[in-house]
């Protein structure tokens, strides 16, 4: 099937206007008109998954994370991403983007984060999108049994890819945990919902020291924080099931499993 027939699949699944003022998402490269037979679901759109499409004879990345973000006035080869647009063009690889559209999307990225995580049962969003409660940022829900803060978190590293940043917790590790909120990625600025919300532990990544530190010594939920790449990469395989049963024309479909996370090496140290 053409390119813009897959464009018009995803978007019907994560539509553009979802996504925030700031975002950058849909089609980065590629023809409209050509022939898509195979799809390579990404976290980033890095030079690594670059080369995975093009080994593997790819058509499209769908990518959760934007390669131009920021903007650009130029895409030549004299920086990396220009060179990284380049070569998916000579290679006949397309590029789209789903990105803030995915994470409030019902399913979404928050929604795969927390069925990986152990969270079964009717998940609700922590912050409701205007005009349909069903989606919007985050997921609370409910484990099939209690667990301790501890059991949780070994849960939750066993259902995540693994990683060089790990999974780590703050609160006391025989805390019961039974109601559980999840925010895939960068989840630093729902903590005061997650706190409001009335659950046991929040879950996400990119929690900075100072406060998480401060949302601890005023009580409320343990935090756990992984990867973010971790975080979001669940939400890969179920959007590849949800484009092809969207298309009528067969399409192959693969999730890449390379480890895209910044961080590659982790150390205790000596103490």
């Not at 919300?197 to 100072?210: K, M």
């Not at 401060?214 to 343990?222: N, Q, S, T, V």
Request: hydrophobic share 45%; net charge negative.
């Amino acid at each position: 099937m053409r390119l813009s027939q897959v464009i018009a699949a995803l978007e019907e699944l994560y539509p553009p206007s979802w996504a925030e003022s700031w975002d950058a998402v849909g089609l980065v490269c590629g023809d409209p008109a050509q022939e898509v037979r195979r799809v390579l679901f990404a976290v980033d759109p890095v030079g690594a998954v670059v080369d995975e499409a093009v080994a593997w004879d790819a058509d499209l990345i769908v990518a959760h994370h934007p390669l131009l973000l920021r903007g650009a006035t130029s895409v030549a080869a004299t920086t990396p991403k220009g060179r990284l647009v380049h070569r998916m063009i000579k290679a006949g690889v397309a590029l789209h983007t789903a990105h803030t559209n995915a994470d409030v999307a019902d399913p979404g990225v928050s929604d795969a984060l927390a069925r990986a995580v152990g969270l079964t049962g009717a998940l609700r969003p922590m912050v409701p999108a205007d005009g349909d409660p069903r989606r919007g940022l985050g997921r609370i829900g409910d484990l099939p049994e209690p667990l301790t803060l501890r059991e949780f978190t070994a849960r939750a590293a066993a259902g995540l890819p693994k990683t060089a940043w790990g999974v780590r917790a703050a609160g006391d590790p025989d805390r019961t945990v039974r109601t559980v909120a999840v925010c895939g990625g960068a989840g630093d600025s729902l903590l005061d919902t997650a706190r409001a919300a009335g659950v046991d532990v929040y879950l996400t990544a990119d929690l900075r020291h100072h406060p998480a530190s401060e949302f601890a010594e005023h009580g409320g939920p343990a935090l756990v924080d992984a990867a973010h790449w971790a975080t979001e990469w669940p939400w890969l395989a179920d959007a590849a099931r949800r484009l092809a049963a969207a298309t009528a024309a067969p399409l192959e479909t693969r999730v890449s499993t390379l480890v895209t996370d910044a961080w590659r090496l982790h150390h205790e140290g000596a103490h």
